[in-house]
């Protein structure tokens, strides 16, 4: 089902997770950096942290979505770390990311629904950050329907596979290339985008209808 958020929606919803958030948020700024994540992964966070501004720290995706796991797989071989999340967000940001963005303000790409994608951007205003490359990609048995593409990307290329979740590897593998060439920042941020539609279903249903959306904070 297709619908617009207004304006009441969204500041109805921006004021609920402010107020959710702001107790919690001593708590998170006394935390260590990268606290509470798995030695490898606080070595490749911290090794990222210390990267070019422009360059992506991690890239976040939907671990209940097959395409969203081969879009981290060919991420992680083009030498991105990669954060699973199960739909929220809320153990990532306080563990890493709200102490990560309090040093720096690195860019964040994800492969994620509707629901991440609205906390983390508003989340990232704080830190001046904005979303910069936005996709919306809608499935339908695990394969592409249509795919929506603002910012530098434009076109998702040629897939890395005729398997269903081949669009993913490419997308990863085009956002790897911007990574290692001019970076994510700089550019205009992405606006005026209404459309919600969060339809990802939990569980293994490979034939579940889902609509994803890519991402880039910087």
Excluded at 58 to 64: G, S
Excluded at 133 to 139: D, K, S
Aim: aromatic share 6%; glycine share 10%.
């Amino acid at each position: 089902m297709h619908r617009t958020i207004n304006r009441r929606e969204l500041i109805e919803a921006a004021a609920a997770l402010a107020s959710a958030c702001a107790a919690p948020l001593a708590l998170a700024s006394s935390l260590a950096p990268h606290a509470g994540l798995p030695h490898a992964l606080r070595a490749k966070a911290s090794a990222r942290a210390n990267a070019p501004v422009g360059i992506l720290h991690a890239v976040v995706f939907d671990q209940r979505s097959r395409a969203a796991q081969a879009f981290a797989r060919s991420a992680a071989g083009a030498g991105l770390s990669t954060r699973p999340i199960g739909g929220d967000v809320t153990d990532l940001w306080y563990a890493e990311l709200h102490p990560m963005w309090k040093r720096s303000a690195a860019p964040l790409a994800g492969l994620t629904a509707y629901g991440a994608l609205f906390c983390l951007e508003r989340l990232a205003w704080d830190h001046r950050l904005r979303v910069v490359q936005l996709g919306t990609h809608r499935l339908a048995r695990g394969r592409p329907l249509a795919h929506t593409l603002q910012g530098p990307l434009r076109t998702l290329g040629r897939p890395a596979s005729s398997g269903a979740g081949g669009w993913a590897a490419s997308l990863a593998e085009a956002f790897a290339r911007v990574d290692r060439g001019s970076g994510w920042r700089g550019l205009p941020p992405v606006c005026g985008y209404a459309e919600i539609e969060h339809r990802l279903h939990v569980g293994p249903r490979a034939s579940a209808d889902e609509t994803l959306y890519s991402w880039v904070i910087a």
